[in-house]
């Protein structure tokens, strides 16, 4: 539950009840941290977000290219969920994983996700409300 002031941020980054409660609705969320205005910044960091937990669990490195991924070092944990340079940078292919539950994946690609910041609930899109 947000406070007053934390409800006033989220709104001011357009952020409605509907789109704070689901992951990946808001379009802010498509993008990194570092291509975020000033403004955009400040309230990420108002609501106790640095750039790492930013990118990692709300954006999940949407926004970033493959090298850059390489460079972060998370680019062997897309492979293992099925992504490639083509399927990330051009969106050109099918990742099976996209269409799976948690509980589908397996163990290694759990894992994999785990440290793209997903976990069980994430993965599987379920509002916050039911966290």
């Avoid at 001011?12 to 910044?41: A, P, V």
């Avoid at 990118?55 to 926004?63: A, I, K, L, R, T």
């Avoid at 292919?93 to 996700?113: K, P, R």
Wanted: charged fraction near 25%; charge should be negative.
């Amino acid at each position: 539950m947000l406070a007053s002031e934390e409800k006033t941020i989220a709104g001011d980054l357009g952020y409605d009840r509907i789109s704070w409660d689901n992951l990946e609705i808001s379009d802010l969320e498509t993008f990194r941290y570092t291509d975020l205005t000033m403004e955009e910044g400040l309230g990420i960091t108002s609501l106790g977000m640095d750039a790492t937990m930013w990118d990692c669990y709300v954006n999940h490195y949407n926004g970033y290219y493959w090298a850059d991924l390489q460079v972060l070092g998370v680019s062997v944990y897309l492979e293992t969920l099925g992504h490639s340079q083509s399927s990330w940078d051009d969106e050109i292919g099918y990742v099976v994983t996209e269409d799976m539950n948690w509980d589908e994946l397996s163990l290694e690609q759990q894992d994999a996700a785990y440290r793209l910041c997903y976990f069980e609930n994430s993965w599987d899109w379920i509002s916050l409300n039911y966290w």
